[in-house]
């Protein structure tokens, strides 16, 4: 006498279980029938073990059978005894007791699995985290060094343009010495020859010489201004990180 597949034909192995009194074995393939079912391609960790460990108290590896007591595995040693009514009894409850304990081992093998999977998605994201984290640092620590050398070039730049207008002035102030010079040496030697000279060029130039100290003592100035903003703008970067060791240090961080 044959007994139908309980996985071709769930239903009628179902029957034939009532049919033969079997109502524990009945029980046990209940459970089995309303097993977890994947989606998305995963188990839900958490009713999938409570099915395993349902299926767990309902079963006993068929091997075990003759050494368990009444008292101790009560739902076992009923599947015990009847078992041991006839053959085919015997061969549908051990072929049931395999079939589910082969569905909780692959179970909790899957749930392993993908716990290990799990595990290498979580290292690959803080991996990934931890990478575009740095790449962000960098990109910041990049745009301020940009900008520290942007204010530099600056700070240069003005500091050219101060010293290109100084030598500018300088040499346009040369240029009035020379040209007072010529027209002194002029004038004396309209002296010297005994040709009268105005009061008024010995009042312009008496006028002028004193102009030369105060214009050049503005460009001094100018060009000292200029300096120290570019030896601020030099040192800003090295301050900022003394301020950001300085900080960690306070928070107990390491440098």
């Not at 097993?35 to 409570?50: A, D, Q, V, Y």
């Not at 931890?130 to 070039?153: F, I, Y």
């Not at 008024?200 to 100290?213: K, L």
Request: net charge negative.
């Amino acid at each position: 006498m044959s007994y139908p597949d309980p996985i071709e034909a769930p239903d009628s192995f179902g029957d034939f279980l009532k049919s033969q009194g079997l109502h524990l074995a009945q029980t046990v393939f209940g459970h089995y029938q309303n097993r977890p079912i994947e989606s998305n391609g995963r188990f839900h960790e958490l009713s999938t073990l409570e099915w395993c460990e349902r299926m767990d108290a309902l079963l006993v590896s068929p091997l075990n059978l003759h050494m368990l007591s009444t008292q101790a595995y009560p739902l076992q040693a009923k599947l015990t005894r009847l078992a041991g009514l006839q053959p085919i009894q015997q061969d549908v409850v051990v072929s049931l007791n395999t079939l589910c304990t082969n569905t909780v081992v692959t179970f909790e093998g899957q749930l392993e699995s993908q716990k290990q999977s799990d595990a290498v998605e979580a290292k690959r994201r803080e991996e990934e985290a931890k990478a575009r984290a740095e790449e962000e640092k960098r990109k910041r620590a990049e745009e301020e060094l940009r900008q520290d050398l942007a204010q530099a070039a600056a700070a240069r730049e003005r500091l050219e343009e101060a010293r290109k207008l100084a030598d500018t002035e300088m040499a346009i102030m040369q240029a009035e010495r020379d040209l007072r010079a010529q027209k002194q040496a002029f004038i004396d030697a309209k002296r010297s020859a005994g040709i009268n000279v105005d009061d008024v060029d010995d009042d312009e130039r008496s006028d002028s010489a004193p102009e030369e100290q105060p214009v050049r003592f503005i460009y001094i100035l100018v060009l000292l201004s200029i300096l120290i903003t570019l030896i601020l703008y030099i040192r800003e970067p090295q301050r900022r990180r003394q301020c950001v060791r300085r900080k960690k240090l306070e928070n107990g961080c390491p440098k």
